[in-house]
């Protein structure tokens, strides 16, 4: 195994474990929110758009964070050039997370899914943009 190949795994391996642990912490913001909202409109369940700014605050949390996330955690790996990651990632998150949080999935599939995010972000971490 040469130098190149096993930078690049390291690299890789660095990009999936940031992007487990910013999926988590997303994972868990996004659907405490959800939950926030939820309980907001139980409470007054004939109120107009009773919930809907908890609602939004989640969303805006839950993808917001995760382009924060990805690019503490490369940094934190001493890894620079992640702008596919960052970018991608955080489109992706949309979509995924999106469907995890919004949508019944059960204990099992928010798990799979989640990693699946994590090979993802370990995938497109493999890419890194040149320094100026």
């Known amino acids: 195994m ?4 096993g930078i690049r795994a390291a690299r890789g391996a660095k990009g999936a474990v940031a992007s ?3 999926a988590t912490a997303c994972y868990l913001m ?3 929110g959800r939950d926030w909202a939820s309980d907001a409109r139980a409470a007054e369940p004939d109120a107009f758009l009773a919930g ?5 605050l989640a969303l805006v949390a839950g993808v917001v964070l995760m382009p924060v996330l990805l690019w503490a955690g490369m940094r934190v790996m001493r890894e620079r050039g992640n702008h596919l ?6 489109g992706v998150w949309f979509l995924l997370g999106g469907h995890v949080v919004e949508d019944p999935v059960d204990g099992v599939g928010t798990v799979l899914f989640l990693a699946l995010f994590a090979v ?3 995938l497109l971490s493999l890419v890194r943009t040149p320094d100026k």
């Open 52 to 56: 809907s700014v908890e609602s939004v």
């Open 2 to 5: 040469t130098i190149t190949v």
């Open 20 to 22: 487990a642990v910013a």
């Open 120 to 122: 993802l972000g370990g």
């Open 30 to 32: 996004w659907s405490g």
């Open 85 to 90: 990651l960052v970018v991608a990632g955080t």
